[in-house]
């Protein structure tokens, strides 16, 4: 167990706010007294397979209170998930199944455990409790707040300001976020600054329930590559923990040189030190060292080299990567020996959706063997080997069929 203040003060290091410090340093201190671990809890709701390096900013702060000798609850919220965190959101968020759910966590732990020691983390589902719950104990959680506190909510004053409809069942998500610090009897909770609402609902119940409230630790928000939103796979703007080191890297390439500290500081395990050597380096070799460093974090220092060398010669020397994804075109989308071009570029796995593709095509940014094709009506004929390139990243040889 790490008795310094040194430990306590690398816990704390780049949070927004902590409700409060002085309960926190008092329950770190008891923990170090009776060698008794805090229980550092983070709430996840797996609505998607996919981690991305957004998540992973709660998740490095879960292993910093790790490698301080403490305990990791880890709330694989399958329940919360049906319901859906309406934070941030101007709309209802579509629900997902109980099925759906599951299968994701199971992918979300995968790589979850690229950062967390599993040794010291306690994984729970909160469906584990909300399952045994009867109607009448719906009722009474929902006794537990007001729909005027719940009006507080900046994003819920929004909708309800602009008259955009609001589902009770979206009052019902902060209760159940709230309800599972009681369950865990958790001393702290981890979550970014979108979350304090619901983590300081967490310490009212609890007060409620007769126990100690948790602290709330809150984190600032990774900014995605676009560098004006949040992180998120629905924006577009996100880079997965998993995704294939050259598609990382590049990716990393591509942030806005005004992120960069964040990111160094959010996603990095360097010092401060480390961190301003980097930066006072040329915007873009102090980006190629911030992809390197990700690569190497989660794929290898072997892979983090290739990466660089693969970046160097698409991007800086325009040449094609040596090795690429192939693309097989289905028979029938060759009508008459062609294809549409939208519909290769969907088809091809370069493109988020239609309306991605015409965009890309309509921005010059499609290229068939070094022609380009501008004109969204087009149709393409194809020959076996010729390389689809979609964007400066994107590549593909394309197969025709046998």
């Known amino acids: 167990?790490?008795?310094?203040d040194a430990a306590l003060s690398e816990v704390t290091r780049g949070?927004?706010?902590?409700?409060?410090?002085?309960?926190l340093r008092r329950k770190w201190e008891r923990s170090r007294r009776s060698g008794t671990p805090l229980r550092v809890k983070l709430g996840v709701d797996p609505t998607s397979a996919r981690l991305h390096l957004g998540f992973t900013v709660p998740l490095r702060k879960l292993r910093q209170f790790q490698d301080a000798g403490h305990l990791a609850v880890l709330i694989i919220g399958d329940y919360t998930a049906c319901v859906g965190d309406p934070t941030g959101r101007n709309q209802t968020r579509p629900t997902l199944t109980l099925e759906e759910v599951r299968r994701n966590a199971e992918n979300y732990l995968e790589q979850a455990w690229r950062v967390l020691d599993r040794d010291r983390t306690e994984v729970v589902r909160n469906g584990d409790w909300f399952s045994k719950l009867s109607f009448l104990d719906v009722i009474e959680l929902c006794s537990r707040t007001t729909v005027a506190r719940q009006l507080e909510r900046d994003?819920?004053?929004?909708?309800?300001?602009?008259?955009t409809p609001i589902s009770l069942h979206e009052f019902i998500y902060p209760l159940m976020q709230a309800r599972d610090s009681v369950e865990v009897r958790a001393d702290v909770e981890l979550g970014g600054t979108d979350q304090t609402f619901n983590l300081l609902l967490g310490r009212d119940l609890m007060r409620q329930a007769g126990l100690e409230p948790q602290v709330c630790l809150t984190l600032p928000l990774l900014v995605g590559t676009d560098g004006v939103q949040k992180m998120s796979k629905s924006y577009g703007n996100d880079i997965g923990v998993a995704e294939a080191p050259n598609e990382m890297y590049g990716k990393v390439m591509s942030i806005p040189d005004a992120a960069m500290r964040d990111w160094f500081l959010l996603v990095t395990d360097l010092s401060l030190p480390a961190i301003e050597v980097e930066l006072a380096r040329s915007p873009r070799d102090a980006k190629a060292a911030l992809a390197g460093h990700l690569v190497r974090m989660y794929h290898g220092g072997s892979a983090a080299q290739t990466a660089a060398a693969h970046f160097d010669r698409v991007f800086r020397d325009r040449e094609e990567p040596e090795v690429m994804e192939e693309h097989a075109i289905a028979p029938e989308m060759l009508g008459d020996g062609s294809i549409g071009i939208v519909d290769l570029v969907m088809a091809s796995g370069l493109a988020q959706g239609r309306n991605d593709a015409r965009r890309k095509i309509e921005g010059g940014g499609v290229?068939?063997?070094?022609?380009r094709i501008d004109d969204v009506h087009a149709r393409a004929s194809i020959a076996d080997g010729q390389v689809l390139r979609v964007g400066k990243k994107g590549f593909r040889r394309l197969r025709l069929p046998r």
């Open 15 to 23: 949070a927004v706010s902590v409700e409060t410090a002085e309960e």
């Open 1 to 4: 167990m790490a008795t310094d």
């Open 155 to 163: 994003d819920f004053a929004k909708r309800f300001a602009a008259g």
């Open 367 to 371: 290229t068939i063997d070094g022609a």
